[in-house]
């Protein structure tokens, strides 16, 4: 009796991990909808990685919670030490947003000077794995790095207002920018965002027409597009959401008890006493965003901090060109969620959306079977649909830019 309990235990741990490697699930390119543009033609033809079969390492890479967690835990594999110089910018609030810059390590493929203003993930900077290895790679390519530290996320550096950095918040993003074009006035842009860092600055883009100036085109990788959507699905146990909500809170409450004294110093005892209570009782980022989030830009309520906060109310007025990156596996991101850059895309022609079969959050290792290399499919995307935007504006057409389709060319010729 006892040894056929052990052999079920055994055969259902093993039902288990065969279940989470995933193995017989198949590789493909990714699924791509866009409009037949002779940009879009160009870009597919010119980032080959868009069009082939992404294979991730054997054992373990077509689970996406594998891709997840070795990401979340170790970001990447030998990851380099890019030099950096940190840059400080005071807000009109009080406030002091702090961005890296990286210069490039060659001249750019074009002898163009082009800069990537990068915005990472939730409670993310420019020291965490992921982000030195995509910096280092992006340098060697010719590109200048600015990485924008989220406000509150370095341990280092102390807030100077009673503010960090939010869901949607654009105010960092757009004076690292600022800074950006005022200090290299013959650079031009190109945007990327990670995760919550693609709801910035997508959010941003779309949020002003001038924010699109001297912008090539934006790069988001595993954004959710709208958090008032996302938060219903956010509670779920499918694919074990709810555990990920539960981590990624617990992160939160680390973040903003290390600033305590800057956030609540001026409130009341009482008040502080409150906040504080709800803080260390919250199990999901919903009730962290409703208690202490929402309140940093007076919203009346979660519904109405979701809503103004995601990018979904201010994308389709990006007309620069967008590379819209998904994982199916991703287990953060709903697949009801990707209706929004699968419309966009179909609606819109400087958009494409690419969705892959594997990759997980922000993951998209690749390798042969088990070690995964230093460089991600991501990284290889996100600079080869750069390097071929690049090209596309060195020689296209002179009717023909980023922002035009087909039609619009015709129109101005005639």
């Known amino acids: 009796m006892f040894d056929g309990m052990k052999l079920a235990a055994v055969a259902t741990v093993l039902y288990i991990i065969v279940r989470c490697l995933n193995l017989?699930?198949?590789?493909?390119?990714p699924d791509l909808t866009y409009q037949?543009?002779?940009?879009?033609?160009?870009?597919?033809?010119?980032?080959?990685?868009l069009t082939k079969e992404y294979i991730p390492p054997l054992l373990w890479g077509k689970s996406g919670h594998l891709q997840t967690a070795l990401y979340g835990k170790l970001g990447r594999v030998s990851s380099p030490h890019p030099s950096g110089i940190r840059k400080y910018l005071p807000m009109q609030d009080g406030a002091t947003?702090?961005?890296?810059l990286f210069e490039p390590l060659g001249d750019h493929r074009t002898g163009d000077d082009i800069t990537m203003v990068i915005c990472p993930g939730i409670g993310n900077h420019s020291e965490k794995h992921y982000?030195?290895?995509f910096v280092d790679y992006a340098q060697k390519d010719g590109y200048r790095c600015a990485v924008l530290n989220h406000l509150g996320a370095l341990p280092n550096i102390e807030l100077t207002s009673p503010r960090m950095f939010t869901y949607g918040c654009t105010w960092e993003f757009a004076a690292m920018v600022g800074y950006i074009k005022r200090a290299y006035p013959q650079t031009q842009l190109i945007v990327v965002g990670f995760s919550l860092g693609g709801n910035i600055v997508c959010k941003f883009l779309g949020e002003n027409r001038t924010n699109q100036e001297r912008v090539l085109c934006c790069v988001s990788v595993c954004q959710g597009y709208s958090a008032l959507r996302a938060q219903e699905t956010f509670l779920q146990w499918d694919q074990f959401r709810r555990f990920y909500n539960f981590l990624m809170a617990d992160n939160m409450k680390k973040i903003i008890l290390s600033h305590r004294h800057s956030?609540?110093?001026?409130?009341?005892v009482k008040m502080i006493d409150a906040d504080l209570s709800r803080l260390y009782t919250a199990t999901s980022l919903m009730q962290i965003d409703d208690n202490i989030m929402r309140k940093?830009?007076?919203?009346?309520?979660?519904?109405?901090?979701?809503?103004?906060?995601s990018?979904?109310?201010?994308?389709?007025?990006?007309n620069v060109p967008l590379l819209l990156v998904n994982s199916a596996d991703d287990p953060l991101v709903h697949d009801s969620l990707l209706t929004i850059p699968r419309t966009l895309s179909a609606k819109k022609p400087n958009v494409i959306f690419a969705l892959t079969l594997h990759g997980g959050h922000l993951g998209f290792f690749e390798g042969a079977v088990?070690?995964?290399?230093?460089l991600t499919w991501m990284d290889k995307v996100i600079v080869g649909y750069a390097n071929a935007m690049c090209q596309w504006e060195k020689q296209k057409p002179p009717c023909q830019s980023g922002h035009l389709s087909e039609s619009s060319c015709t129109e101005e010729k005639a």
């Open 24 to 29: 017989k699930s198949p590789t493909a390119p």
């Open 36 to 49: 037949d543009t002779p940009l879009n033609r160009f870009l597919l033809k010119s980032c080959p990685q």
């Open 97 to 100: 947003a702090t961005f890296d």
């Open 131 to 133: 982000i030195r290895t």
């Open 263 to 268: 956030l609540f110093g001026g409130s009341s």
């Open 296 to 309: 940093f830009h007076g919203h009346s309520s979660l519904k109405e901090y979701y809503e103004k906060e």
């Open 311 to 318: 990018c979904v109310h201010y994308i389709h007025n990006v």
């Open 370 to 374: 088990l070690f995964p290399q230093p």
